[in-house]
Nanobody, 115 residues
């Protein structure tokens, strides 16, 4: 069974930084593209960043230059380094993977950006 567990969220002031982690199990991690999504209160879930199995990355325009996605396949972990955080980044952050046609999600980690 594929499981994803996010961690690293919390309360941070505007301009601050956090690093989120997502640890996967039940999967040969390095074979799959990994994604970070977020869902702000009252809004739809949106794709934040993607990292391919080969290490190519992409991110949504609103976080370009501030957020960095990376992965450590030996640790079955994908990271989201978030810098220069803004109040509008407040959301629950989720990682997901498309594993042989099935989408698996973690339970999310809450990031709150507030002074």
């Amino acid at each position: 069974q594929v499981q994803l567990v996010e961690s690293g969220g919390g309360l941070v002031q505007p301009g601050g930084s956090l690093r989120l982690s997502c640890v996967g199990s039940g999967i040969i991690f390095g074979y799959y593209d990994m994604n970070w999504y977020r869902q702000a209160p009252g809004k739809q879930r949106e794709l934040v960043a993607t990292i391919s199995s080969g290490g190519s990355t992409n991110s949504t325009d609103s976080v370009k230059g501030r957020f960095t996605i990376s992965r450590d396949n030996a640790k079955n972990t994908v990271y989201l380094q978030m810098n220069s955080l803004r109040p509008e980044d407040t959301a629950v952050y989720y990682c997901n993977v498309n594993y042989n046609g099935r989408i698996f999600w973690g339970k999310g980690t809450l990031v709150t950006v507030s002074s």
